[in-house]
Nanobody, 121 residues
């Protein structure tokens, strides 16, 4: 498995931007597809974005399309989530995950500890 540590969360006003980072260590990073998930209070964890090992295949939740961008740097063992035009509905704990490319949490077998994103209105 790979160890994951997220950073970059915080408090931002509606309309603002944040960039989340996820640092990976352990097994070969490029072997894994990566995903960003989020979980808001009282809600189930949901996929935000996914990227395959090369970065050539991407997937986004409909709610973030056009606002969020996932990317990875295999040389640095990093994956990023650029979040623009944030709204209070984006408030959640955001998790980085490693596994096989997919749209459900069961596709991923390594998870970070999460980083809180709070968007104020």
């Amino acid at each position: 498995q790979v160890q994951l540590v997220e950073s970059g969360g915080g408090l931002v006003q509606a309309g603002g931007s944040l960039r989340l980072s996820c640092a990976a260590s352990g097994r070969t990073f490029r072997d894994y597809a990566m995903g960003w998930f989020r979980q808001a209070p009282g809600k189930e964890r949901e996929i935000v974005a996914a990227i395959n090992w090369s970065g050539g295949r991407l997937n986004y939740a409909d709610s973030v399309k056009g606002r969020f961008t996932i990317s990875r740097d295999n040389a640095k063992n990093m994956v990023y989530l650029q979040m623009n035009s944030l709204s209070p509905e984006d408030t959640a704990v955001y998790y980085c995950a490693a596994g096989t490319f997919g749209y459900i949490s069961g596709s991923y077998n390594s998870w970070g500890q999460g980083t809180q994103v709070t968007v104020s209105s």
